[in-house]
């Protein structure tokens, strides 16, 4: 179509200003779209730093909390007022903590006593029965030895001193020789000790009960050896059995000259370990494997034959350790041109609890993107945030002294 001159100039401009506004217009979604992603971030980041200050709240109540003392009421004497005999021995008159309910408490009833003041601050039912607190119980847990990575050298000798004795005793009897009664597996926390012991519970349809040496002698004060006596004795009732004892240093460290109270409670504790070790048969069904990490102050007792007498290391793992481990815990996830190789160069001196971490973390930069994929730089940068939160892991030795077999 043909206009004036004059006509089709204004008409031009006119299409200038459409076309800068339309453009301007752009912009603005544009920038809108960016602000609209960036906030759906933060407001990510936002609730995945509040659910880890939640985590962190609760260890800290959990730190806060003071070891308690239990004691069984003996007497009422008022409503907020009671005769309490305590698991240390001595009885107290104590009072009732204003979030008890009096009613709940009458003679024979088992309870918990704050450790400075003495009020009654919990009353043990049946149900949370403080066996049951200290004790984790399975059945039979669900881990096999192929959820296990670099620890094949370590599988072969548990599997030879737990497994066989366990499955096939007659070949023991045959050959005139007393298998181990317990094992030791010492490294640095998150190693996988833990997962060992319920793998050869589970390969070997054991049950699998679990107790903490420091909770034995810190948490229940008054109780630790009684607890050891309760374990071996479920134990023997849940055989085949696997008794898994982790912080064994907390209950076994070498003895020390002057022993204060806490030290007695460590040294009953011990003393009835000793006793229940040497008490039951190695050809019985009841294995029993002890962790620590602290393998340097462990007392040489505990160690003689007949004990712990079969010490297994499980160290730091190597560069085709954590290809293995990295395997295990991305099986199930979606990789996309990452070569496992080079996260575990990347991942030096790193143990299976942070390897674990590492690939969760990397799955959540994916998310966090809204990919479905996940890549070597997702990795890249879970490796830089495990690193900044964890210590490198030290190797202690035992003595050589120490070692047997
Ligand atoms: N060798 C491994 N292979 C696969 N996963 C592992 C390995 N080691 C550790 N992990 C992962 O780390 C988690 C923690 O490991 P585990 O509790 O067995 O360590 P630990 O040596 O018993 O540590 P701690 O001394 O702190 O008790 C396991 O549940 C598992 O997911």
Not at 167 to 193: A, D, H, Q, R
């Amino acid at each position: 179509m043909n206009y004036p001159e004059d006509y089709s100039s204004e008409i031009n401009e006119l299409d200038l200003d459409e076309y800068k506004e339309r453009n301007y217009i752009m912009d603005l979604e544009n920038k809108i779209l960016r602000a609209e992603l960036k906030n759906k971030d933060i407001s990510r980041e936002n609730s995945q730093l509040k659910k880890e200050n939640e985590i962190l709240k609760r260890e800290l109540d959990k730190l806060r909390i003071p070891p308690l003392i239990m004691g069984t009421v003996i007497d009422k004497i008022s409503s907020r007022k009671v005769v309490v005999k305590s698991s240390t021995g001595p009885n107290f008159l104590v009072n009732i903590s204003q979030f008890v309910d009096p009613e709940e408490i009458v003679p024979g009833e088992r309870v918990c006593l704050n450790q400075q003041t003495l009020a009654v601050v919990e009353v043990l039912s049946k149900e949370k029965d403080y066996r049951a607190m200290a004790m984790e119980i399975e059945e039979k847990p669900n881990i096999t030895f192929d959820e296990i990575g670099g620890l094949s050298t370590q599988i072969r000798d548990i599997k030879e001193v737990v497994e066989l004795p366990l499955k096939k005793p007659e070949l023991f009897e045959k050959i005139g020789i007393v298998p181990p009664k317990g094992i030791l597996l010492y490294g640095p926390p998150g190693t996988g000790k833990t997962l060992l012991a319920k793998a050869v519970a589970y390969e070997t349809n054991a049950s699998f009960i679990r107790v903490v040496g420091s909770e034995l002698v810190k948490k229940f004060i008054g109780e630790g050896a009684k607890l050891v006596r309760d374990v071996f004795k479920l134990a023997k009732e849940k055989s085949p059995c696997i008794i898994f004892i982790d912080e064994i240093d907390a209950v076994a460290s070498k003895r020390t000259e002057s022993l204060t109270g806490g030290d007695r409670e460590v040294q009953r504790t011990l003393m009835q370990l000793l006793a229940e070790m040497d008490g039951f048969d190695s050809r019985g069904d009841v294995k029993i494997i002890a962790a620590t990490n602290r393998p340097d102050i462990l007392d040489s007792a505990i160690l003689r034959p007949g004990r712990f007498d079969r010490i297994i290391e499980i160290a730091n793992p190597n560069e085709d350790g954590r290809i293995e481990i990295l395997k295990i815990h991305t099986s199930k996830m979606n990789l996309k041109n990452v070569n496992l190789r080079d996260v575990a160069k990347l991942t030096e001196g790193m143990v299976g609890a942070d390897l674990k971490a590492v690939c969760t973390e990397a799955g959540m930069f994916a998310i966090r993107e809204d990919r479905e994929y996940i890549k070597l730089r997702d990795f890249e940068e879970a490796i830089e945030k495990i690193k900044s939160k964890t210590t490198p892991k030290e190797e202690i030795k035992p003595q050589v002294s120490l070692m047997y077999g």
